[in-house]
T-cell receptor, first 116, second 112 residues
Framework: NAGVMQNPRHLVRRRGQEARLRCSPMKGHSHVYWYRQLPEEGLKFMVYLQKENIIDESGMPKERFSAEFPKEGPSILRIQQVVRGDSAAYFCASSPLAGDDGQPQHFGDGTRLSIL | DQQVKQNSPSLSVQEGRISILNCDYT??????FLWYKKYPAEGPTFLISISSIKDKNEDGRFTVFLNKSAKHLSLHIVPSQPGDSAVYFC???????????FGKGTKLSVKP
């Protein structure tokens, strides 16, 4: 029973390039969350998606960042024109129901993004 | 403005003794609290949760206590084992969309 799968595990980009991070939720989970963790910090919520819908993007920067969760395929977090400050670990989580029902979110192992 | 605070960055405990990790929060609208454990280069792993209508939840060696009046919760691990050495994150939810708000974590070291 596969858990949340994220790829790539490590991604190196030069300033100005685009970064694409992928997340496949656990089987049977239709709710996907993206979080970002800076060094020595906790995880910060970015965006919450269900299939084909963005439910809450209040934690996502307004520019250069976008997310999608298509009907088929993984959820994608896309960062355009990356800058050094985008270097972080990006975690995806999934749950079978909305989190406010108390269902725990299950996390992938993250993508470590490094910007040169 | 940190809504969930873990004021101890690190904690060292002897194997077999009790580990107590603490967490404070400011938003009285939170209705679920969760503890996650994280090893380096891995994602957080869910440990235990508690609803705001309860004051205690127990699962094996792990017990979470909630004091709503003090806006404080704690995770007790007893007996502590070397494999418990990890960073522990406290998280809260209560918004309509269920996103989690995390503390900065406490690094627990359990010494043999």
């Amino acid at each position: 029973n596969a858990g949340v799968m994220q790829n790539p595990r490590h991604l190196v980009r030069r300033r100005g390039q685009e970064a694409r991070l992928r997340c496949s939720p656990m089987k049977g989970h239709s709710h996907v969350y993206w979080y970002r963790q800076l060094p020595e910090e906790g995880l910060k919520f970015m965006v919450y998606l269900q299939k084909e819908n963005i439910i809450d993007e209040s934690g996502m920067p307004k520019e250069r960042f976008s997310a999608e969760f298509p009907k088929e395929g993984p959820s994608i977090l896309r960062i355009q024109q990356v800058v050094r400050g985008d270097s972080a670990a990006y975690f995806c989580a999934s749950s079978p129901l909305a989190g406010d029902d108390g269902q725990p979110q299950h996390f992938g192992d993250g993508t470590r993004l490094s910007i040169l | 403005d940190q809504q969930v605070k873990q004021n101890s960055p690190s904690l060292s405990v002897q194997e077999g003794r009790i580990s107590i990790l603490n967490c404070d929060y400011t938003n009285s609208m939170f209705d679920y609290f969760l503890w996650y454990k994280k090893y380096p280069a891995e994602g957080p792993t869910f440990l235990i949760s508690i609803s705001s209508i309860k004051d205690k939840n127990e699962d094996g060696r792990f017990t979470v206590f909630l004091n709503k009046s003090a806006k404080h919760l704690s995770l007790h691990i007893v007996p502590s084992q070397p494999g418990d050495s990890a960073v522990y994150f406290c998280a809260a939810s209560g918004g309509s969309q269920g996103n989690l708000i995390f503390g900065k974590g406490t690094k627990l070291s359990v010494k043999p």
